[in-house]
């Protein structure tokens, strides 16, 4: 990966991202895109904040807390970037709490070299990538499936010691949307780190990517994450931008 300026703002690129982690059921509400997943991960079950929402944000506020009130759902919000400042001061004003900032990272995009752990890749993720990427422990199979497969182009990297249904120690997800990868549910089980397989599963789902015509990628990185940080900036990416959830009171 080399450093250069992404060719997308903050509103653009958080659209496309959206388009490849794709809620079951979406609604506009103006520029806004309510999102509904069954409650799986806060990409899926957020108001994502990117334009006009075409009416005042009190009230586009009590628009998206009934939204997602009427679905079960607690309501939440993905605020990206300074143009979502305005709205996430709404927010605030309504008693939405504040959670942690993600960084959104982009780079060209660069095969990675195919060396190292043997990755697989496959179009689904099975029980085991699931288990390994964390996602059976916050929900059910069918509903995560639901997500994570919602897109034209996707594939579910990982590296295996043990044959299944042992699941595997190191995992990703890539969705291709136009002209850009997203990387995604990077994960290495804690006694198999630091031995170069989180950047084997990203270099795989990167040769992936650009068979299929993407020349940039993007993915997201906790702020707290340090050591992940650290890995993405050795391999070239910049900070694009960063957002964070709010959501209701409890």
Do not use: C, I, K
Request: charged share 20%.
């Amino acid at each position: 990966m080399g450093q250069s300026r992404s060719p997308l703002g903050v509103a653009d690129l958080e659209r496309l991202a959206a388009r490849g982690w794709r809620a079951p059921e979406e609604e506009p509400l103006g520029g806004w895109l309510l999102r509904a997943g069954g409650g799986f991960t806060g990409r899926a079950n957020t108001a994502l904040v990117a334009g006009d929402p075409g009416r005042p944000l009190p009230e586009a506020v009590e628009a998206v807390a009934g939204w997602y009130g009427a679905r079960g759902l607690r309501p939440g919000a993905q605020l990206p970037g300074v143009q979502a400042r305005a709205a996430g001061t709404a927010f605030a004003a309504a008693g939405w709490e504040r959670d942690e900032d993600v960084l959104v990272l982009t780079a060209p995009l660069v095969p990675g070299v195919n060396g190292g752990a043997p990755v697989d890749l496959d179009p689904e993720p099975d029980d085991g990538w699931l288990t390994a990427s964390g996602h059976l422990g916050r929900t059910d199979a069918a509903t995560a499936r639901a997500v994570l497969t919602n897109a034209p182009e996707v594939v579910f990297a990982s590296v295996r010691t043990d044959p299944p249904p042992a699941p595997p120690v190191a995992v990703a997800r890539g969705v291709v949307t136009d002209d850009w990868l997203g990387v995604t549910a990077v994960t290495v089980a804690e006694e198999h780190r630091r031995r170069g397989l989180a950047t084997a599963v990203v270099a795989a789902v990167s040769r992936w990517g650009a068979q299929r015509g993407a020349g940039w990628v993007y993915l997201q990185v906790s702020s707290a994450n340090t050591p992940a940080r650290a890995l993405y900036r050795r391999a070239g990416f910049v900070e694009h931008h960063r957002y964070h959830y709010r959501w209701a009171p409890a």
